[in-house]
C-alpha cells in the first residue's frame, strides 16, 4: 500500500468518525436536557451575550416548562447559545474548534459559504440546531426549548467559541418545582 493511500483512509476515517460523535455532542437530541418545544411557551427570557459573558449566571425554569429564549448579541465577537451539559459543551467544543479552522467562524463573522462547504464536507458546519443559536455582533435570535421534568446532570447555557466558555462564558439553568 502506498503512503498515499493510507493518509486518505485515515483521513476519510476521521471525517466518518466526527460525523457520528459530533452529530449528539452538542446540539439537538433529549441527553436529559429537554427538547425543542412545539407547544406555546409560558414565558419569554432574554438573554444579551456580551464578549465571553452572558447578562445572566443562572436561570430559574420550572420542571418540563416552556420557554422562548430571545438571543441578543450585543458583544464585538461571535457568540454562541447552547443549552446543554457540560459534558456536551466540552464535546461540542471540537466542532467549533474545527469551524475556526476552515475559516467558519472569523472573530466578528460567520463565513455562511464556508459553512454550507464544512457541512456539504463533514457533517457538520453549519449549526442549525434547535438547542443553540450562533449570532453574530447585533444580530438576535431566538429558540423555544421545553425542559425535561427532571435533568440527571446539571443543565448549562454556555458559548462553545473556542474560549469562550474557558472564559466564563457559562451559566445555570436552575430546574425547579
Not at 430571545?70 to 464585538?76: E, F, L, Y
Not at 458546519?125 to 429558540?143: F, M, Q, R, T
Amino acid at each position: 500500500m502506498s503512503l498515499s493511500f493510507v493518509r486518505g483512509v485515515c483521513i476519510a476515517t476521521t471525517i466518518l468518525v466526527s460525523q457520528f460523535t459530533f452529530a449528539g455532542a452538542g446540539h439537538s437530541g433529549d441527553q436529559g436536557v429537554g427538547q425543542p418545544g412545539h407547544s406555546t411557551p409560558s414565558r419569554t427570557i432574554e438573554v444579551v451575550m456580551h464578549d465571553n459573558y452572558y447578562d445572566v449566571d443562572s436561570l430559574d425554569i420550572k420542571e418540563g416548562e416552556t420557554v422562548r429564549f430571545v438571543i441578543k448579541n450585543q458583544g464585538q465577537l461571535v457568540h454562541e447559545f447552547n443549552i446543554g451539559t457540560e459534558k456536551m459543551h466540552a464535546a461540542h467544543e471540537p466542532e467549533m474548534l474545527m469551524m475556526v479552522q476552515h475559516g467558519v467562524l472569523k472573530g466578528s463573522s460567520i463565513d455562511h459559504e464556508a459553512a454550507k462547504s464544512m457541512q456539504a464536507t463533514m457533517g457538520h458546519g453549519s449549526h442549525d440546531e434547535p438547542n443553540s443559536l450562533l449570532l453574530e455582533p447585533g444580530k438576535s435570535g431566538e429558540i423555544i426549548w421545553t425542559f425535561p421534568q427532571h435533568a440527571k446532570d446539571e443543565i448549562q447555557f454556555a458559548c462553545n467559541v473556542p474560549g469562550h466558555y474557558a472564559a466564563g462564558m457559562v451559566g445555570t439553568v436552575n430546574l425547579v418545582h
